[in-house]
Nanobody, 121 residues
Framework: QVQLVESGGGSVQAGGSLRLSCVAS????????VGWFRQAPGKEREGVAS????????YYADSVKGRFTISQDKRKNTVYLQMNSLKPEDTAMYYC??????????????WGQGTQVTVSS
């Protein structure tokens, strides 16, 4: 059964940090890119970061480079998104997705329910 469960969202002040976690079922995680995406009210969903199965390919959106870090723990079927120096414009619902390519939203087949991140100024 395909399953992706996100956690770790919350409300922080600008400059703060959060770490998001995405736990994937083994079939979903194995051999697939896993990515983090976000969608703010009134805006299209956009790619934030993604990581290849072996971790040798990592992609970041320009807007988060140097502030966000994606990583994975294969033993736990978990992908993390460490978010530092958060800005109000990072406020969005953050989704974990699997079985896609890079940061191309339309290529991902499996999606979690999302976790809300709110950054206040």
């Amino acid at each position: 059964q395909v399953q992706l469960v996100e956690s770790g969202g919350g409300s922080v002040q600008a400059g703060g940090s959060l770490r998001l976690s995405c736990v994937a079922s083994r079939d979903t995680y194995s051999g697939n890119f896993v990515g983090w995406f976000r969608q703010a009210p009134g805006k299209e969903r956009e790619g934030v970061a993604s990581i290849s199965p072996d971790g040798d390919l990592i992609y970041y959106a320009d807007s988060v480079k140097g502030r966000f870090t994606i990583s994975q723990d294969k033993r736990k079927n978990t992908v993390y998104l460490q978010m530092n120096s958060l800005k109000p414009e990072d406020t969005a619902m953050y989704y974990c997705a699997a079985a896609g390519v890079g940061l191309w939203v339309g290529s991902y087949n499996y999606w979690g329910q999302g976790t809300q991140v709110t950054v206040s100024s």
